[in-house]
């Protein structure tokens, strides 16, 4: 029998999981003002880079780990865990844009224009900022159902440029290893949701 979980314990569940996700950043946070980091900017670039990528790849096995376990109450912690994508995102554009650019938008543009790593990044986040935008149940029923299922279809571009970002920045230091691992988990798991919508995928609940 697929496990159930009581709203009291869904509950509980969302406040560990929204604590959990801060963890990363408060990490990050300590190392750098306890002076622990040899190269603090590149360290938390980097991190808040790794965890926009690990936190997509989770938000896009809610889905299909829901479909496979009949664990239906999971749907209810996707906003959530595509919020925290959106937020790490965005505390990844603004480390380049501070400890890159010093906030100087011109700068940024030309460095986003120049690197074709940074312009796929940017895209992938830009493409981010309608979900977060429309996440909530108010912009969802403002929109319609289907207008809004559509519009969340853009996941389906943000997570390969996602990987694509990765691949090319580690491809000029041959370190392909990870970008290849999340292409092919990333992949999977936008296939298997494809399939789920064309009717095929195993469906268990
Ligand atoms: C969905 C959006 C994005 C994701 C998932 C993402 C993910 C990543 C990942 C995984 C890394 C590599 C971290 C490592 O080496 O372990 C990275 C590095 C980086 N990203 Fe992003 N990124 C995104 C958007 C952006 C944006 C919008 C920018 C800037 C406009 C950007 C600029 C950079 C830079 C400068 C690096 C570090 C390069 C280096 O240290 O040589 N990224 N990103």
């Known amino acids: 029998m697929a496990l159930q979980l009581t709203a009291r314990q869904l509950g509980w569940l969302k406040g560990v999981l929204f604590v959990l996700a801060l963890l990363p950043l408060a990490r990050m946070v300590v190392l750098t003002v306890t002076g622990q980091l040899v190269e603090p900017?590149?360290?938390?670039?980097?991190?808040?880079?790794?965890?926009?990528?690990?936190?997509l790849t989770i938000t896009l096995a809610i889905t299909p780990v829901r479909r496979l376990t009949g664990w239906n109450w999971l749907?209810?912690?996707?906003?959530?865990?595509?919020?925290?994508?959106?937020?790490?995102?965005?505390?990844?554009?603004?480390?380049?844009?501070?400890?890159?650019?010093?906030?100087?938008?011109?700068?940024?543009w030309k460095d986003v224009l120049k690197r074709p790593f940074i312009t796929v990044g940017f895209i992938a986040f830009v493409l981010l900022i309608p979900l977060a935008v429309t996440s909530t149940n108010g912009m969802m029923r403002r929109l319609g159902g289907k207008a809004w299922q559509r519009l969340h279809q853009l996941i389906y571009v943000i997570a390969p440029l996602a990987v694509l970002h990765f691949w090319w920045m580690k491809a000029g230091k041959h370190l392909l290893g990870q970008p290849i691992l999340f292409g092919v988990i990333l992949g999977g798991l936008l296939l298997f949701r494809l399939k789920g919508k064309l009717g095929k995928a195993p469906r268990l609940a």
């Open 41 to 55: 900017l590149e360290f938390i670039t980097r991190g808040t880079g790794d965890w926009t990528l690990y936190l």
């Open 75 to 108: 749907i209810k912690l996707r906003r959530m865990a595509g919020l925290y994508v959106f937020f790490y995102g965005l505390l990844h554009f603004l480390t380049f844009l501070w400890f890159d650019h010093f906030f100087d938008v011109q700068e940024m």
